[in-house]
Every structure is written in structure tokens, then in C-alpha cells.
């Protein structure tokens, strides 16, 4: 029984993980260079205006905690665009039934879908080089999202997800 309960906590924190989040970045960039940070002026992020707004306070607490500055005139510019669908239920279980008499044999299989549906955020941050126009570091994020959550849910799921996207900015230069 214990064993039991414990594969079911185990898979119930599974489940509650953070999104994914993938990284790229030009190895040939000295992330020392960049000290400042702004947003472009004509970004339309996709979310809605108070997760937006959610999103750039908890981007900024982490930057900024990191050591870079909010300027007018930054080293670099920051673009988020992101973007909902419909994810499809990826686990089924396959129930059986056959039969065999003489020489005659059959069988029936039907897959039941478990866990349905659900709708994903992915939300791409792009850090572009104020000078160069060039891009030089994107994380992409993709994560559960529930339309009906309460404001404080969002604003978790935000900053867990800001954490994980930004645990990797600067890169380890090697």
C-alpha cells in the first residue's frame, strides 16, 4: 500500500512539472559586453495585457538580479511573442479481447485515451543586439495553461516559468 501511495505522489509531481524550455545562443558573443536591457517598443507578446504585465515585472526582478540595468539606451532588446494550442492526449491504454476455437481466430483492441486534451503556451524570448540588429540568445518555453486560473496562479506560473527560462542566461562561456 505504501508503495502505491508513494508512485501515485511520485507521479502527481511529475505531472505538475515546468514547461520544457529549449535554449540557443551565437557561441561566438561575450555576454560580459551586455550590461543593459530593454524591451522593443512595438513587441506584441501574444498574452493578454495583465499577463504581460506579470511576465516584464518578474523579468525585470531576475535581470535585474542578475546585474543588468533597465536603460533607454540598452546594449541589448528583448521580444517575446508567444503562442496557444491545442496539445493532443499522448497515453492510452489498449484493452483486448480474442478468441480461438478449431480453426477460426479474432480479436478486438480499442485504445482509451487518458488524460485528454489540454491547451500549451509556448513563449519564445528572443535577446537581440541593439547595435548589430543581430540576434544572439532565445529560450523557448513550453508549458500547461489553464485559461480559468486565478490571478495568483498565473503570476506562480509565471515566475516559476521566468526562473527556469532564465536560469541559463548568461551561458557558461567554455
Given at each position: 500500500?505504501?508503495?502505491?501511495?508513494?508512485?501515485?505522489?511520485?507521479?502527481?509531481?511529475?505531472?505538475?512539472?515546468?514547461?520544457?524550455?529549449?535554449?540557443?545562443?551565437?557561441?561566438?558573443?561575450?555576454?560580459?559586453?551586455?550590461?543593459?536591457?530593454?524591451?522593443?517598443?512595438?513587441?506584441?507578446?501574444?498574452?493578454?495585457?495583465?499577463?504581460?504585465?506579470?511576465?516584464?515585472?518578474?523579468?525585470?526582478?531576475?535581470?535585474?538580479?542578475?546585474?543588468?540595468?533597465?536603460?533607454?539606451?540598452?546594449?541589448?532588446?528583448?521580444?517575446?511573442?508567444?503562442?496557444?494550442?491545442?496539445?493532443?492526449?499522448?497515453?492510452?491504454?489498449?484493452v483486448g479481447m480474442g478468441g480461438t476455437g478449431r480453426n477460426v481466430g479474432g480479436g478486438v483492441s480499442v485504445g482509451v485515451p487518458i488524460g485528454g486534451?489540454?491547451?500549451?503556451?509556448?513563449?519564445?524570448?528572443?535577446?537581440?543586439?541593439?547595435?548589430?540588429?543581430?540576434?544572439?540568445?532565445?529560450?523557448?518555453?513550453?508549458?500547461?495553461?489553464?485559461?480559468?486560473?486565478?490571478?495568483?496562479?498565473?503570476?506562480?506560473?509565471?515566475?516559476?516559468?521566468?526562473?527556469?527560462?532564465?536560469?541559463?542566461?548568461?551561458?557558461?562561456?567554455?
Open positions: 500500500m505504501k508503495r502505491i501511495v508513494f508512485l501515485f505522489i511520485l507521479i502527481l509531481l511529475v505531472s505538475c512539472a515546468g514547461g520544457r524550455v529549449s535554449y540557443d545562443y551565437d557561441k561566438s558573443t561575450d555576454f560580459s559586453n551586455y550590461t543593459t536591457y530593454n524591451y522593443f517598443g512595438d513587441m506584441e507578446t501574444g498574452l493578454s495585457e495583465l499577463d504581460e504585465r506579470r511576465l516584464l515585472k518578474v523579468m525585470d526582478s531576475i535581470l535585474q538580479a542578475k546585474g543588468f540595468l533597465l536603460s533607454e539606451e540598452p546594449d541589448f532588446l528583448v521580444n517575446i511573442i508567444s503562442s496557444e494550442y491545442q496539445r493532443a492526449a499522448n497515453n492510452a491504454i489498449g486534451t489540454g491547451i500549451e503556451r509556448e513563449i519564445q524570448f528572443d535577446f537581440v543586439d541593439s547595435q548589430k540588429n543581430a540576434l544572439f540568445w532565445q529560450a523557448i518555453s513550453a508549458s500547461g495553461y489553464r485559461d480559468n486560473a486565478s490571478p495568483f496562479e498565473r503570476y506562480e506560473k509565471i515566475k516559476a516559468l521566468a526562473a527556469k527560462v532564465f536560469s541559463k542566461f548568461p551561458p557558461e562561456q567554455k
